[in-house]
Protein backbone atom coordinates (compact mmCIF):
# COMPACT_ATOMS: atom_id res chain seq x y z
CA UNK A 1 0.00 0.00 0.00
CA UNK A 2 1.31 2.92 -0.87
CA UNK A 3 1.95 5.98 1.53
CA UNK A 4 0.02 8.90 2.08
CA UNK A 5 1.76 12.53 1.28
CA UNK A 6 2.41 14.25 3.52
CA UNK A 7 1.73 18.12 3.74
CA UNK A 8 4.85 20.68 4.66
CA UNK A 9 4.08 23.98 5.59
CA UNK A 10 7.40 25.50 7.14
CA UNK A 11 10.58 26.30 5.35
CA UNK A 12 12.49 24.54 8.16
CA UNK A 13 11.14 21.75 7.37
CA UNK A 14 14.05 19.06 7.80
CA UNK A 15 13.36 17.16 4.74
CA UNK A 16 13.43 20.61 2.23
CA UNK A 17 17.03 21.85 3.94
CA UNK A 18 18.42 18.81 2.14
CA UNK A 19 16.28 19.37 -0.93
CA UNK A 20 17.25 23.09 -0.57
CA UNK A 21 20.86 22.35 -0.88
CA UNK A 22 20.55 20.19 -3.99
CA UNK A 23 20.39 24.01 -5.53
CA UNK A 24 24.36 24.17 -5.15
CA UNK A 25 26.95 22.34 -6.95
CA UNK A 26 28.27 21.64 -3.43
CA UNK A 27 25.14 20.25 -2.03
CA UNK A 28 24.71 17.91 -4.95
CA UNK A 29 27.81 16.39 -4.49
CA UNK A 30 27.68 16.09 -0.71
CA UNK A 31 24.75 14.28 -1.27
CA UNK A 32 25.14 12.39 -4.43
CA UNK A 33 21.33 13.64 -5.98
CA UNK A 34 20.08 16.09 -7.73
CA UNK A 35 16.81 17.84 -8.55
CA UNK A 36 14.22 17.54 -11.55
CA UNK A 37 11.87 20.17 -11.82
CA UNK A 38 8.65 20.01 -13.72
CA UNK A 39 6.11 17.42 -14.58
CA UNK A 40 7.42 16.55 -17.70
CA UNK A 41 10.82 15.31 -17.04
CA UNK A 42 9.81 13.83 -13.87
CA UNK A 43 7.75 11.56 -15.99
CA UNK A 44 10.39 10.57 -18.06
CA UNK A 45 12.49 9.79 -14.84
CA UNK A 46 9.93 7.82 -13.82
CA UNK A 47 9.67 5.99 -17.04
CA UNK A 48 13.57 5.84 -17.94
CA UNK A 49 15.00 5.41 -14.20
CA UNK A 50 12.25 4.96 -11.66
CA UNK A 51 15.28 3.46 -9.31
CA UNK A 52 16.98 6.93 -9.12
CA UNK A 53 14.26 8.92 -7.75
CA UNK A 54 13.24 9.02 -3.90
CA UNK A 55 10.92 11.67 -3.48
CA UNK A 56 7.93 13.80 -5.06
CA UNK A 57 7.89 17.16 -4.03
CA UNK A 58 4.08 19.14 -5.16
CA UNK A 59 3.33 22.75 -5.20
CA UNK A 60 0.23 22.61 -2.86
CA UNK A 61 -2.89 23.56 -5.47
CA UNK A 62 -1.24 21.91 -8.61
CA UNK A 63 -3.74 20.03 -10.21
CA UNK A 64 -3.52 19.12 -14.48
CA UNK A 65 -3.65 15.82 -16.02
CA UNK A 66 0.08 15.43 -15.80
CA UNK A 67 0.93 16.01 -11.86
CA UNK A 68 -1.99 13.77 -11.32
CA UNK A 69 -0.35 11.32 -13.20
CA UNK A 70 2.99 11.56 -11.66
CA UNK A 71 1.42 11.35 -8.37
CA UNK A 72 -0.41 7.96 -9.44
CA UNK A 73 2.85 6.61 -10.78
CA UNK A 74 5.13 7.32 -7.60
CA UNK A 75 2.23 6.16 -5.57
CA UNK A 76 2.78 2.16 -7.39
CA UNK A 77 6.33 2.87 -6.92
CA UNK A 78 5.73 3.49 -2.88
CA UNK A 79 7.51 6.59 -3.51
CA UNK A 80 7.93 9.52 -0.53
CA UNK A 81 5.40 12.32 -1.78
CA UNK A 82 4.96 15.57 -0.28
CA UNK A 83 2.74 18.36 -0.74
CA UNK A 84 4.34 21.55 0.03
CA UNK A 85 2.76 24.98 0.69
CA UNK A 86 3.24 27.30 -2.68
CA UNK A 87 5.19 30.20 -0.37
CA UNK A 88 7.80 27.44 0.64
CA UNK A 89 8.02 25.37 -2.94
CA UNK A 90 8.36 28.53 -4.72
CA UNK A 91 11.93 28.84 -2.81
CA UNK A 92 12.82 25.47 -3.69
CA UNK A 93 13.25 25.38 -7.20
CA UNK A 94 16.23 27.26 -9.32
CA UNK A 95 14.43 28.73 -11.86
CA UNK A 96 12.64 31.94 -12.16
CA UNK A 97 9.23 30.61 -12.90
CA UNK A 98 9.12 27.40 -10.97
CA UNK A 99 7.63 24.15 -12.12
CA UNK A 100 4.55 22.88 -10.00
CA UNK A 101 6.66 19.73 -9.33
CA UNK A 102 10.01 18.55 -8.25
CA UNK A 103 11.90 15.16 -7.70
CA UNK A 104 14.77 14.07 -5.77
CA UNK A 105 16.82 11.70 -7.54
CA UNK A 106 20.42 9.93 -7.04
CA UNK A 107 23.22 10.86 -9.81
CA UNK A 108 24.23 7.78 -11.39
CA UNK A 109 26.96 7.79 -13.46
CA UNK A 110 27.96 5.83 -16.65
CA UNK A 111 31.30 3.73 -16.08
CA UNK A 112 34.16 4.81 -18.05
CA UNK A 113 34.65 1.37 -19.99
CA UNK A 114 31.30 0.53 -20.57
CA UNK A 115 30.79 3.95 -21.92
CA UNK A 116 34.01 3.64 -24.61
CA UNK A 117 33.26 -0.02 -25.92
CA UNK A 118 36.15 -2.31 -26.78
CA UNK A 119 37.46 -4.83 -28.07
CA UNK A 120 33.99 -6.75 -28.62
CA UNK A 121 32.79 -4.24 -30.44
CA UNK A 122 35.69 -2.67 -32.43
CA UNK A 123 34.61 -3.07 -35.93
CA UNK A 124 31.19 -1.03 -34.75
CA UNK A 125 30.83 2.62 -35.60
CA UNK A 126 30.80 4.19 -31.68
CA UNK A 127 30.85 8.28 -31.33
CA UNK A 128 31.54 9.41 -27.33
CA UNK A 129 31.67 13.33 -26.91
CA UNK A 130 34.15 14.59 -24.43
CA UNK A 131 33.65 17.78 -22.78
CA UNK A 132 37.43 19.29 -21.58
CA UNK A 133 36.40 22.70 -19.53
CA UNK A 134 32.64 23.47 -21.24
CA UNK A 135 31.38 24.93 -18.35
CA UNK A 136 28.07 26.98 -19.98
CA UNK A 137 24.94 24.85 -18.29
CA UNK A 138 23.28 25.71 -21.54
CA UNK A 139 25.76 24.13 -23.48
CA UNK A 140 26.29 21.27 -21.82
CA UNK A 141 23.04 20.19 -21.88
CA UNK A 142 22.63 21.17 -25.57
CA UNK A 143 25.87 19.23 -26.57
CA UNK A 144 24.38 15.80 -24.34
CA UNK A 145 20.79 16.42 -25.95
CA UNK A 146 22.59 16.36 -29.23
CA UNK A 147 24.83 13.46 -28.72
CA UNK A 148 21.39 11.18 -27.94
CA UNK A 149 20.14 12.91 -31.08
CA UNK A 150 22.56 11.59 -33.32
CA UNK A 151 23.17 8.55 -32.30
CA UNK A 152 26.31 8.45 -30.04
CA UNK A 153 27.50 6.71 -26.69
CA UNK A 154 27.38 9.46 -24.47
CA UNK A 155 29.94 12.02 -23.11
CA UNK A 156 32.69 11.91 -20.96
CA UNK A 157 33.41 15.11 -18.37
CA UNK A 158 36.80 15.62 -17.69
CA UNK A 159 37.63 17.97 -14.45
CA UNK A 160 36.54 21.33 -14.96
CA UNK A 161 33.33 21.14 -17.19
CA UNK A 162 29.92 22.16 -15.38
CA UNK A 163 28.41 19.78 -13.27
CA UNK A 164 26.34 17.84 -15.53
CA UNK A 165 23.89 17.27 -12.49
CA UNK A 166 22.61 21.12 -12.15
CA UNK A 167 18.85 22.18 -12.97
CA UNK A 168 20.02 23.91 -15.42
CA UNK A 169 21.43 21.33 -17.23
CA UNK A 170 18.64 18.78 -16.62
CA UNK A 171 16.41 21.23 -18.36
CA UNK A 172 18.15 21.71 -21.38
CA UNK A 173 19.46 17.99 -21.76
CA UNK A 174 15.42 17.51 -22.50
CA UNK A 175 16.00 13.27 -21.26
CA UNK A 176 19.20 12.84 -22.44
CA UNK A 177 20.73 12.67 -18.98
CA UNK A 178 18.64 10.19 -17.91
CA UNK A 179 18.40 8.58 -20.83
CA UNK A 180 22.63 8.19 -21.23
CA UNK A 181 24.34 9.23 -17.78
CA UNK A 182 27.43 10.59 -18.69
CA UNK A 183 30.82 9.21 -17.13
CA UNK A 184 33.50 10.93 -15.72
CA UNK A 185 37.53 11.05 -16.78
CA UNK A 186 40.23 11.65 -14.21
CA UNK A 187 42.01 13.73 -16.54
CA UNK A 188 42.64 14.37 -20.28
CA UNK A 189 46.21 11.66 -20.78
CA UNK A 190 44.28 9.13 -19.45
CA UNK A 191 40.75 9.69 -21.20
CA UNK A 192 43.17 9.55 -24.11
CA UNK A 193 44.45 6.21 -23.41
CA UNK A 194 41.63 4.94 -22.79
CA UNK A 195 40.00 5.90 -25.83
CA UNK A 196 42.54 4.38 -28.18
CA UNK A 197 42.67 1.10 -26.13
CA UNK A 198 39.16 1.06 -27.11
CA UNK A 199 39.71 1.70 -30.62
CA UNK A 200 38.24 5.05 -30.57
CA UNK A 201 40.44 7.81 -32.55
CA UNK A 202 40.56 11.11 -29.99
CA UNK A 203 39.50 14.00 -32.52
CA UNK A 204 39.76 17.77 -31.16
CA UNK A 205 37.16 20.38 -32.57
CA UNK A 206 40.02 23.10 -33.28
CA UNK A 207 38.21 26.72 -34.19
CA UNK A 208 41.77 27.53 -36.10
CA UNK A 209 43.18 24.35 -37.70
CA UNK A 210 42.31 20.70 -38.86
CA UNK A 211 40.62 19.75 -42.15
CA UNK A 212 36.58 21.01 -42.42
CA UNK A 213 34.94 17.99 -42.20
CA UNK A 214 32.44 19.19 -44.73
CA UNK A 215 34.72 18.92 -46.95
CA UNK A 216 36.46 15.42 -46.29
CA UNK A 217 34.52 13.34 -44.81
CA UNK A 218 37.09 10.57 -43.54
CA UNK A 219 38.32 13.09 -41.27
CA UNK A 220 35.95 11.81 -38.97
CA UNK A 221 36.22 8.42 -38.35
CA UNK A 222 33.36 5.67 -37.50
CA UNK A 223 34.62 5.26 -34.10
CA UNK A 224 36.11 8.50 -32.87
CA UNK A 225 36.52 10.54 -29.12
CA UNK A 226 34.96 14.11 -30.05
CA UNK A 227 37.14 16.22 -27.92
CA UNK A 228 35.27 19.76 -26.91
CA UNK A 229 37.08 22.91 -25.41
CA UNK A 230 36.34 25.18 -23.32
CA UNK A 231 34.14 28.74 -24.49
CA UNK A 232 36.71 31.10 -24.63
CA UNK A 233 39.77 28.90 -23.67
CA UNK A 234 39.07 26.63 -25.94
CA UNK A 235 41.13 23.10 -26.22
CA UNK A 236 43.47 22.16 -23.27
CA UNK A 237 46.96 23.56 -23.61
CA UNK A 238 48.51 20.22 -22.54
CA UNK A 239 46.61 18.32 -25.68
CA UNK A 240 48.72 16.49 -27.13
CA UNK A 241 49.96 17.21 -30.75
CA UNK A 242 49.43 13.85 -32.46
CA UNK A 243 45.80 14.54 -31.63
CA UNK A 244 43.39 14.49 -35.05
CA UNK A 245 41.83 18.07 -35.02
CA UNK A 246 39.22 19.58 -37.43
CA UNK A 247 37.41 22.95 -37.85
CA UNK A 248 34.22 24.20 -39.50
CA UNK A 249 35.70 26.97 -41.54
CA UNK A 250 33.40 30.00 -41.35
CA UNK A 251 31.92 31.42 -44.87
CA UNK A 252 32.60 34.30 -44.15
CA UNK A 253 36.21 35.05 -42.50
CA UNK A 254 35.24 37.82 -40.66
CA UNK A 255 32.70 35.96 -38.60
CA UNK A 256 32.70 34.97 -35.38
CA UNK A 257 33.62 30.96 -34.53
CA UNK A 258 30.50 29.46 -33.66
CA UNK A 259 29.08 28.08 -30.26
CA UNK A 260 30.52 24.96 -29.01
CA UNK A 261 27.16 23.42 -28.88
CA UNK A 262 26.55 24.16 -31.99
CA UNK A 263 29.70 23.46 -33.48
CA UNK A 264 28.86 20.08 -32.03
CA UNK A 265 25.65 19.65 -33.11
CA UNK A 266 27.31 20.56 -37.19
CA UNK A 267 30.18 17.47 -36.30
CA UNK A 268 27.64 14.92 -34.95
CA UNK A 269 25.54 15.34 -37.97
CA UNK A 270 28.27 15.18 -40.05
CA UNK A 271 29.54 12.06 -37.86
CA UNK A 272 26.41 10.55 -38.09
CA UNK A 273 25.84 11.05 -41.93
CA UNK A 274 29.42 9.11 -42.15
Do not use: Y
Not at 41 to 63: I, K, N, T, Y
Not at 126 to 144: E, S
Amino acid sequence: MSRAPIVIRSAKNERLRDVRALGTAHGRKKQGRFLLEGPKVVEEALALRPGWLEQVLVREGAADARVERVLARAGDLDLACAIVAPEVFDGLAASEQPQPLLAVARQAWTDLPDLLGGAADAGARRGVVALAGVQDPGNVGTILRSARFFGLAGAVLLPGAQDPWSPKVVRASAGALLAAPPARAPDLPALLAAARAAGLTPVALDAHAGPDPRREPGALPGRALLLLGAEGGGLPADLAADVRRVRLAPADATAESLNVAVAFGVVAALWAGG
